[in-house]
Structure formats: structure tokens, C-alpha cells
């Protein structure tokens, strides 16, 4: 049998809920009290400029890679100005997600090391996670550029059950 969850593009979150920024605080305890390394990749405009995103799932306090236990899909044709894409996430029983609805496109097998590398995305992608039944995430991601290649994390308290409302954060270069 086949469980069919319907998302919109505030995905697993309720849909009426706006995202809140990641506050300072938060941020801290969630990168190991290093709050000025880091911004809110969901809150924080988009800009112009273009650069290659490594992407990564990292365990809070540590920063540690996760490698299993999630799939990740992206959708990097979406409109922010028109309608939102619906999306559908369906999990087998065995927790495995399938991903559909708008151009959304599973990666989760381009991840080496724990590292997803996106040449050149847009300047908004959605981001759809599935940690099976357990859990799921998603985010509008507005891009960042602060050089030729810019991290973007996405922080969870337990990669084993995923996510209790994680968050998106780009990382700002070291000095």
C-alpha cells in the first residue's frame, strides 16, 4: 500500500504558517554558538549574483554531514510571483519517498560526501526532504552568492527521525 502526501510549497510545514526567521539565539545553539558565521536562506532577499551552492543536511551542534537516512528533491524552475506548484511526496511503506508535481526532481543520488553541488541555481529553488516516515522538510530557498562557491546547510536536531523544524542557512566565507 501507498501513502500519498499533497504539499503545497510550504511543504510539510502548514501552509498558512509563514516561515519564521531563524533568530540569532537559535542559530547559535543550532551551529555550535557560531550565530555571525551564518544567515537565514528562507528569510534573506535573493541576489543577483550567481555562484555554485554546495548544499549539505548537518546534524545540529556539530555541523556534521549527514549521509543516509533522507531524500532530497529540488524544484529550480519555480515562480515566486505566480501561482505556488503542488507538489506530492509519497512514501512507501518502507518509508521510501517519490517526489512529483511541479519540476520537482529528486538529487538525492548526486550527493558525494554528503554534498550536494548545484553549478549555477536560480534565484529561488524549492527544496523538498523526506527522512521517511518520520519526518519532512521544505523551504523556498532565495540564493546567496558571497563568492564563486557559497554553502548552504540545512540543520536537523536527529538525522535518525529528521527534522523538528530545522533550518536553512547559508554560511558566510571565513575571513
Known sequence: MRRIIALAVAGLIAASAPAAEAQPSQIAAETGGHADGYFDAVMTPATDRTCQVL??????????????????????????????????????DGGRASFSGGDLREMTGYFKDGVLTL???????DVEVSFGPAAGASAVIQRQCLGPQTRLIYVVDNPDTGAKGGDWLWVKPSP
Open 55 to 92: 548544499l549539505s543536511i548537518v546534524v545540529a551542534g556539530t555541523l556534521e554531514p549527514v549521509t543516509g537516512g533522507f531524500q532530497l528533491a529540488i524544484d529550480q524552475h519555480i515562480d515566486v510571483n505566480g501561482p505556488r506548484a503542488d507538489y506530492h511526496i509519497g512514501l512507501s
Open 119 to 125: 553549478p549555477s541555481p536560480p534565484k529561488y529553488f
